[in-house]
């Protein structure tokens, strides 16, 4: 089994890319993480995993890991580089690191719009010295930004999986101990992770269905009154919200009346209040907060070209947690399902909730009825997990990454070490491949089959009422209503 160094130069941020390069490690047992420590992250200590950390600024540390990586593993995946607020040392001599590998060598970008590419410290130099570029999509800022830059090492398209069952038996739970009307949102503040749009869900409908909706991770930023305040400005600007449509603990105004959290108000929340406004949480504790929702959602949305089929590991908690999943419609609509071949808004086997402006009334007919049918309810969110499973399970996309760098080390020879490091190359690199693995072949028909299966189940069960006993219910048309979920 190959061993693989997955090195993060940013730190552990305790973000997308922290948990991207955990799940990868849990899919690949010979895998092992390394993380500059020369930038302390205020997430750092959300997520618990195996870490070899260090001071890349100070070179005696950073030759320990060279030298490490080149004698123990036999490939190398650069998840995020230094930024350009990391001490210049750091960067400097990362760049000497990632030059030293004598190993096959990839960077794996997670990064989504050229403002946050344009932090990375020396990119352009640690770009030119891997073999390969990974990246959700080929039209994406990261593609146009090497061709500015003239970086000229080659593209492959990837996408990033997660440990589905292995989240599964931590967290999911019995339909009967979840809290039937509850909406669980996670991410970040940040316009793209949709918390905007679940606000205003909440505020326009399910605030007065009873139901409780909450926004977790919410961080206390330079940027947080852009959230709640026309112009981003909380002292001037209007809000965008009235009195009532939000409880804000994440970011608390004392003239307002509003409180600062403590996590003794999780469990607390009561229907027919506004959207509850949290901070950045323990990502253990929160999954299992999750699992107890009845929906959990990320709405994260991109421009149409930069999906790719990739999506986030909130996705992925939301759904192997037990969850009826909320995503984003634009999502929905441009995301090609891996063995289906179809947008995934396409698929009514999805088990999936599309939600933007235009829909707000069918999503929130359809939860109010799901609300009250718990065997239609765990029929739908055993579809999702089904359904996103066969879309990114870990195994077939973390072997897919380890493909793409064996394609383009076998078509163009390894790029070994740089001239600027005093590491000599191993011209006999190229022989790891010889026990590779082979890649997985692409999901069969059967799988294809057993999503389709899991959607006759539902529609089969669907006239079921809202007790598991009771009799049935000739009122609700769950065709009619999954038709719905899948054309808005």
Not at 88 to 101: H, M, S, Y
Not at 234 to 256: A, C, D, M, T, W
Request: proline share 4%; hydrophobic share 35%.
């Amino acid at each position: 089994m190959k061993r693989i160094a997955i090195i993060l130069g940013r730190g552990v941020e305790g973000c997308g890319v922290t948990r991207c390069a955990v799940e990868f490690q849990k899919a690949t047992p010979n895998t092992k993480i390394f993380a500059t420590l020369d930038k302390k992250w205020s997430r750092r200590d959300t997520m618990v995993f195996d870490k070899d950390e260090f001071i890349c600024g100070n070179s005696e540390e950073m030759d320990r890991v060279l030298k490490e990586v080149n004698e123990n593993f036999d490939m190398v995946l650069i998840y995020s580089v230094p930024s350009k607020k990391h001490p210049e040392d750091c960067q400097t001599n990362f760049v000497k690191l990632v030059q030293g590998i004598s190993l096959p060598k990839a960077i794996v970008q997670l990064d989504h719009k050229m403002q946050s590419l344009s932090r990375n410290g020396k990119f352009d130099e640690i770009c030119s010295s891997v073999d390969v570029l990974m990246t959700h999509s080929l039209e994406s800022d990261f593609t146009r930004w090497a061709t500015r830059e003239s970086v000229t090492t080659p593209f492959k398209k990837m996408a990033l999986g997660f440990t589905y069952d292995d989240h599964r038996a931590k967290y999911w739970l019995p339909i009967e101990e979840q809290d039937h009307k509850t909406i669980r949102w996670i991410g970040r503040l940040s316009g793209w992770k949709g918390p905007n749009l679940m606000m205003d869900f909440h505020a326009q409908h399910m605030k007065e269905q009873g139901f409780i909706t909450i926004l977790e991770g919410l961080e206390a930023s330079i940027g947080w009154a852009g959230i709640l305040y026309e112009k981003g400005d909380s002292k001037q600007g209007k809000p965008y919200y009235k009195p009532g449509e939000i409880v804000n603990h994440f970011r608390p105004q004392k003239e307002l009346g509003e409180v600062k959290f403590n996590t003794d108000m999780y469990g607390t929340e009561k229907p027919g209040m506004g959207s509850y406004l949290y901070p950045p949480y323990n990502n253990v504790d929160c999954m299992e907060r999750m699992a107890k929702s009845a929906y959990g959602s990320d709405l994260y949305h991109l421009k149409p070209q930069m999906y790719g089929n990739n999506i986030e590991n909130c996705h992925a908690e939301c759904v192997a947690s037990g969850t009826i999943p909320i995503f984003h419609k634009h999502f929905c609509d441009n995301v090609i399902h891996r063995v289906t071949g179809n947008p995934v808004s396409e698929d009514n086997h999805s088990g999936t909730i599309g939600l933007d402006h235009s829909n707000f009334v069918n999503n929130a007919g359809l939860m109010e009825r799901l609300s009250n049918d718990p065997i239609m309810r765990n029929e739908m969110r055993e579809m999702a997990f089904e359904y996103w499973k066969a879309h990114s399970n870990a195994v077939t996309c973390t072997q897919e990454i380890i493909k793409n760098l064996e394609d383009i080390v076998t078509e163009h020879g390894i790029m070994g070490a740089q001239g600027s490091s005093n590491v000599s190359a191993d011209d006999n690199q190229l022989s790891i491949f010889d026990a590779i693995d082979a890649t997985p072949d692409a999901p069969s028909d059967s799988t294809k089959d057993k999503l389709q299966e899991s959607a006759k189940r539902v529609l089969n069960n669907s006239t079921y009422g809202s007790g598991l006993n009771s009799e049935p219910d000739t009122s609700v048309d769950y065709d009619a209503l999954l038709k719905n979920l899948r054309e808005n």
